[in-house]
């Protein structure tokens, strides 16, 4: 679809398979200066190769996010909006409109959010409860056997008072009867020749009880609104009392891959390559917690790609390619003739410029992932993410940062977002960072933000985590 390939932050070729990571290699064209000074359109080489925002004169989308194509810049360009802006706005398309909820049993509740916060419904523990197995005695020892027979057990009901100086055998998880002082666990008691308990050493007072309500009082909030629903969050709410959740349905999704250039099964040929961004962004979009309705291929049809989007009932379409200004490239004429209102047209980063988002005639949204592969990711993190977020009812994480192990090299104006795994406190840039790479994002255990000018080691990035826990090892050449 376009011809041109500029893979900043590629590796060199024949940087091979280190099994290290290594510092971020050096852009094409650029040394390792990391000025900050914005180059002039024009004086740079690298701007020269990567405008693309901006170039479609005589658009006639509205365009209320971005600076409309041709104003703003010398020659017409402008260098999108800056990638903070794109996230807040990204997150507040997400905000539009109210979340549906719907109450399921607890096994059905996994994955999705908390709509509402989890609330106690009695005190845990809801009596006092023997923490070991041994003797729940009264006062102070040597204690008399209260009771013959095997004691108090679990799940069993009221015990009698124990008086002081008795002392009864309790089971872990046991009522304490009332009036017992302590529980000793039996590996520090003996029972003498009269069958009466001594202490292997000093009883404390409540030793070894759990007290009702250690953990939580009925009414008591457990956990709030947007946290997802683990497997330890249903055990929580289980212990509680709870036997269904109210969860926030979670937003539709629908992927439209485009490109006649693609295959989706067998070895790349005549010019042809495989589909990544099908493979790949539908399962993305699950572990970000939405309901992939399906990913469709579309070649460069033009008017199917527009039917397809006029007749979705997904809260989000998402395109991946046809971004740009190629021949084929549908996107933005399609989104002119659906009447969609352009929001992001270009973003200032690196890679995945080209990502737009609109909103449509429906209601719903629409992210335009460029087609590079991590180009698509970059929109991904960039734009799908943050609304995504909104709209399944998610909690925003605060942002956090680590510091960089060693140098990555920047865009002159641009973010870029680059591969990281971590390693101790910091993190470590990869190989194979390029527009068209896959290979550092699949090792990687998150994206650096990395500013205009680059990072130095030592300085303290913004890290974006991927949705998946890190893998421990591997090969992250
Ligand atoms: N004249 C210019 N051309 C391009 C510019 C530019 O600034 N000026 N920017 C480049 C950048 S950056 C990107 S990113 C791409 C975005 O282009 P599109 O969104 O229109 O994507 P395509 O042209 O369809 O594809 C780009 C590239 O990615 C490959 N591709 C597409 N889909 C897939 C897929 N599902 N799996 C694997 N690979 C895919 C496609 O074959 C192309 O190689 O525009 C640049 N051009
Ligand atoms: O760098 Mo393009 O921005 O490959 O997405």
Redesign the pocket.
């Known amino acids: 679809?376009?011809?041109?390939?500029?893979d900043l932050g590629a590796a060199a070729p024949g940087q091979g398979a280190t099994e290290e990571p290594a510092a971020d290699p050096v852009p094409h064209g650029r040394s390792a200066d990391r000025t900050r000074t914005p180059v002039a359109d024009g004086d740079d080489g690298v701007e020269d190769?990567?405008?693309?925002?901006g170039?479609r004169p005589g658009s006639s989308h509205r365009n209320h996010g971005a600076p409309a194509p041709g104003q703003g810049t010398p020659a017409g360009r402008h260098h999108g909006m800056p990638w903070e802006e794109a996230r807040a706005l990204a997150s507040r398309a997400g905000r539009a409109g109210v979340l549906r909820t719907r109450r399921d049993p607890l096994p059905a509740s996994l994955g999705r959010v908390l709509a509402t916060p989890l609330i106690a419904l009695v005190d845990l523990p809801s009596f006092d409860t023997s923490a070991m197995d041994g003797w729940a005695v009264a006062g102070p020892g040597p204690w008399t056997v209260a009771s013959a027979g095997s004691g108090i057990l679990a799940g069993h009901g009221g015990a009698e008072t124990l008086v002081d100086g008795t002392a009864v055998r309790i089971a872990t998880g046991a009522r304490i009867p009332p009036g017992a002082t302590a529980v000793i666990r039996s590996e520090r008691a003996r029972a003498d020749r009269t069958g009466r308990v001594h202490a292997l050493g000093r009883v404390m007072h409540g030793q070894d009880i759990r007290p009702r309500g250690q953990e939580c009082r009925s009414g008591d909030q457990l956990l709030p609104a947007g946290t997802l629903v683990t497997p330890a969050a249903l055990g929580l709410a289980a212990a509680a009392g709870c036997d269904e959740l109210l969860t926030v349905v979670r937003p539709k999704v629908e992927v439209l891959?485009?490109?006649d250039?693609?295959l989706t099964e067998g070895l790349p040929h005549d010019g042809l390559?495989?589909?990544?961004?099908?493979p790949m962004i539908g399962p993305w979009l699950r572990a970000l917690g939405a309901e992939v309705t399906g990913t469709r291929r579309f070649g460069?049809d033009a008017d199917a790609l527009r039917r397809a989007v006029t007749e979705s009932d997904a809260d989000l379409v998402i395109t991946?390619?046809?971004?740009?200004?190629?021949p084929?490239?549908h996107?933005h004429p399609m989104l002119d003739k659906v009447g969609a209102e352009l929001l992001v047209d270009g973003v200032a980063v690196?890679?995945?410029?080209?990502?737009l988002m609109a909103g449509l005639a429906g209601g719903g949204h629409l992210v335009?992932?460029?087609?590079?592969?991590l180009?698509?990711v970059s929109g991904l993190l960039t734009l799908a993410e943050p609304l995504l977020r909104q709209r399944s009812g998610q909690a925003t994480p605060a942002p956090y940062r680590a510091s960089l192990r060693d140098e990555v090299h920047g865009h002159p104006q641009d973010t870029r977002l680059v591969p990281v795994v971590h390693r101790g406190d910091q993190v470590v840039p990869l190989h194979y960072s390029g527009?068209?790479m896959l290979r550092g994002i699949a090792a990687a255990h998150g994206l650096a933000v990395v500013p205009p000018g680059g990072g130095r080691p030592g300085d303290e990035l913004e890290i974006l985590d991927l949705p998946w826990p890190p893998s421990s090892e591997g090969c992250f050449t």
């Open positions: 679809m376009t011809a041109q390939d500029h190769a990567l405008a693309l925002v170039t891959v485009l490109g250039e693609l390559i495989r589909d990544a961004l099908g460069d991946t390619g046809g971004t740009a200004a190629g084929v490239d996107v690196r890679p995945g410029h080209p990502m335009g992932l460029p087609g590079n592969p180009a698509a527009p068209a």
